[in-house]
């Protein structure tokens, strides 16, 4: 079965500084991956998805991802965040032989001090 | 654009009560999901749908059942509201067959038992 960890359940950056959330997964096939971002009060919101190829991904806002089937990683990075980044962040796995039953990581949450 | 409806939007139930939570989109997506979010936790897949009348359990299908009659609907109930339960139930869409794997999300239900 498919899972999806976040090490880091809470991460500090400065505005303007760089940004990499990061995401493992386990799954005995190359899975479907995407990005999720909630803001306070507010459902999910899909930053970026992998389905094969080009092993990164670029995304809404400026993110992208690098998907990494050696060391099972789908890690998410900004080059300069902004206040308004501010949220959590969700990594996620589907698998087609789990009839796409989407398992969420715990969350990252991020916090951009000024 | 499409979009998915989530209702109510708050439901305040009694410990013991049966709840039941709706879910609507007009994507015309196959699949269709519910998950329970707890205050600053990741998200918890309760039972996915793969097609009209299908059910399939998630990690957390215990105490909730649900119904697929239509393409467009999902609703979940709860079959025995747990006094102080608070938490977020969030509907969700996707295509896979359509090649969008990637989960559309609703606002969320919010749940409080008194």
């Known amino acids: 079965a498919q899972s999806v960890t976040q090490p880091d359940a809470r991460v500090t950056v400065s505005e303007g500084a760089s940004l990499q959330l990061r995401c493992k997964y386990s799954?005995?096939?190359?899975?479907?991956l995407f990005w999720y971002v909630q803001y306070p009060r507010q459902g999910l919101q899909l930053l970026l998805k992998?389905?094969?190829?080009?092993?990164v991904v670029q995304g809404v806002n400026g993110f992208e991802a690098e998907f990494s089937k050696s060391n099972s990683s789908f890690h998410l990075r900004k080059a300069s965040v902004h206040w308004s980044d501010s949220a959590v962040y969700f990594c996620?796995?589907?698998?087609?032989?789990?009839?796409?039953?989407?398992?969420f990581g715990s969350g990252t949450r991020l916090l951009v001090s000024p | 654009g499409g979009i998915i409806t989530q209702t109510p939007k708050f439901l305040i139930g009694q410990e013991g009560q049966k709840l039941t939570l709706k879910c609507q989109q007009n994507?015309?997506?196959?699949?269709m999901y519910w998950y329970r979010q707890d205050s600053g936790k990741g998200l918890r897949l309760i039972y996915y749908?793969?097609?009209?009348?299908?059910?399939q359990k998630g990690d957390l299908s215990e105490g909730y059942d649900a119904s697929r009659e239509k393409k467009s609907s999902f609703s979940l109930t709860v079959t025995s509201a747990q006094k102080n339960e608070m938490a977020v139930f969030l509907c969700?869409?996707?295509?896979?067959?359509?090649?969008?794997?990637?989960?559309?999300f609703g606002e969320g239900t919010r749940l409080s038992v008194l």
């Open positions: 996620a796995v589907s698998m087609k032989a789990g009839g796409y039953k989407v398992v």
């Open positions: 994507f015309n997506h196959d699949t």
């Open positions: 992998y389905y094969s190829g080009d092993p």
């Open positions: 969700a869409s996707s295509n896979p067959a359509g090649g969008n794997q990637a989960p559309l």
């Open positions: 749908s793969i097609t009209e009348n299908d059910l």
């Open positions: 799954s005995s096939v190359t899975p479907y």
